[in-house]
């Protein structure tokens, strides 16, 4: 009898374990780890991905069922990307083959996927001398279209384009009419090192330099490496990932760039396209189907060795890595919040250990877990102080709420929005000529309408928060669930007025636009910049200097680079510093941090403003002075005191059901049993909860928390093992979710 061949295969449905098939006679030794296949399953089949032998079944083998058929020759995902998800799912306690659709592109990920082998020809769009997007007020459609590809560096492809500027194809083909766009069809061609020296700086400087030896060295050892990037705002650090990633290209090593935000890529992208042309993919959301998988292909193929790209990009099959950059790395937006919830931060460093690559994790203000790591000599610690060119960091001052009213007394009892000192700052800055960034973490016009009666406040009935009211449309919507209706003129409850209280970005710049009247004002938030298209235009024309005044929310924060603003106004610094989480004064020290870096970028100095009722705030003061490393070590005290990250892992358990009461008693169910099997104190695990969440009900869903505490991962995997046997038994109605080291606690 012929020896049966087994096989070990990930599914690609929620559940969890991996499965033992058979492999039919006519694929025997065809069948490569990552391959995708489709597999009987349940009374039909899946796509399944093959893992690799599986050991011998006694006797359940004869029961097993064969594989299918095969879906592609070559696996789209090659052995150390199924190392990393195997890694990831155990990590983050995920259904392996969920986790690997994730990883996967459009077209390749979902139930009929199948290959696609695209080809290598593609239209690019080059901008041309004398083009420019002002003078195209008439044709907003060809000046949002012109003004992305002067945001990328002057060149795209079609694709590209087309799907971040809706209509832009035939925008293209008139703005090659007029002589300003060539659009160019070619085969794709690779950069050579001559082309590397495109938009290089002169000089770094000593510390540039001192960066990039020690991250080259280190490539050049061919073995696993983590630093941390620290460097102020302005000093350079884009420069360094450019030297580093051109000197892994030289070694015939590909690299990888993670950016936190979409809005953040197609500057990033402009840098790194002026430097290696080609050689660039982009790996985000906002892509079309089409361009992502292309995009997956020639990376996997080895045709393109740079990715560029959000945290999913963690994922992206770059051939023969030599390093991972993760910009901004104290950003929250690298962990996902939903489905397989990894941070693409650890995923990165992860990565560099297995593959025996550089990581640099670079920021401003690091996470205090990241400069845990390089206190206990995990990451090795590189510092730029110094912005370039010896630019002065901006000056910080303090505007103390509670002592500075509004002069009118019509407003006396209002929040000020502009303080006097605010005011005569904005105005001598409009007057040299300069640009101000204002910023609002908050959108719409007033956070919540109040009956002025009875009390009530309007709320949303999914969710357990008010509703926000926006003036344009005028609308009253629900931030989380997405709920709109027309604005009430009366209570519900008594019919009594309803006063709008809070301060959102729409009320600012309504201010704005009456008291500088004079001034070009822009709004930048998620309503304002709905589309890719808004955003950019947004962007490219505070770029051009033809928008003075730039409100926003934190997607003006961070990345940007506007040598015009001399002046950043912080307009309600508290609100970030009263959010329900321990890390709240972590994520107060950064935002401000890095919204105060947009000023004096220039040749001009900058200066900082912040508004606050609570100045002697410990992030508030240290940020006067520029001193992150005060501020860490106070903070890193208090955290060790209260054993909370870095000196302990956590888990966050979310329960969310529709009925109120089955939710809160399986909750209670759960945390019994969690009780039961709690290690000895003496191991430091800690249950805290269950508790209702501090949104108890998000989009018509009851949701009741609780944590789990503990010196290691390893201390946590007997608990969670309890949690896992525990979702077998519930109800279709109540979901748990696992959060392994969760970024938020809301």
Known sequence: MAELLLAAVAVGRPVRGEFTYLVPEQLAGRLLPGQRIRVPFGR??????YLGPAKETSAETLRLKPIERELEREPSLPPDLVSLLRFAAGHYHYPLGEAIRTALPPGLSGKDAHEEVLPEIEVVAHVLPGADPATLSNAPAQSAALSYLLAVGGSAGLTEVVHAIPGARESLKRLEKRRWVRLERREVQLPTSADWDQGRPGRLTDEQRAAVAAITSAIDSATFSAFLLHGVTGSGKTEVYLRAVEHALATDRGGLILVPEIALTPQLVGRFRSRFGAQVAVLHSGLGDRERLRYWQRLRSGSLRIAVGVRSAVFAPVTQLGIIVVDEEHDPSF?????LRYHARDLAVTRGQQLGATVVLGSATPSLETLENAQRGRYRKLELHSRVDDRPLPQVSLIDLRLERPKDP?????????????FVAIREVLGRGQQAILFLNRRGHSPFLICEVCGTSLRCASCDVCLTHHLTPARVICHYCGFASSVPSRCAECRGPLLRLGVG????????????????VARLDRDSASSAQKLTSILTAFARREIDILLGTQMIAKGHDFPGVTLVCVLMADSSLAFPDFRAAERTFQLLTQVGGRAGRGADAGRVMVQTYNPDAEPLQRMLVHDFDGFARAELKWRKAMAYPPFTRLVALRIEGLDPQETRTKATELAKRLARKLPPPSWGVRLLGPAPAPIRKLKGKTRWQML???????????PLSVVEAFLDELPAS?????????????
């Not at 039909?44 to 991905?49: E, K, N, Q, R, V």
């Not at 962990?335 to 489905?339: A, C, D, F, L, T």
């Not at 109540?734 to 809301?746: F, T």
Request: net charge negative; aromatic share 4%; glycine share 6%.
């Open 708 to 718: 789990l505490k503990g010196p290691s991962h390893a201390s946590l995997a007997g």
């Open 44 to 49: 039909g089949s899946a796509l399944g991905f």
């Open 410 to 422: 019509a407003r006396l009892t209002e929040p000020p929005l502009l303080s006097p000192p605010l």
């Open 505 to 520: 970005t729409e009320r600012v710049e309504a201010e704005v636009a009456e008291r500088f009247p004079m001034a070009r």
């Open 734 to 746: 109540v979901k748990v979710a696992i959060d392994v080291d969760p970024a938020a606690m809301l």
């Open 335 to 339: 962990k996902q919040e939903e489905k």
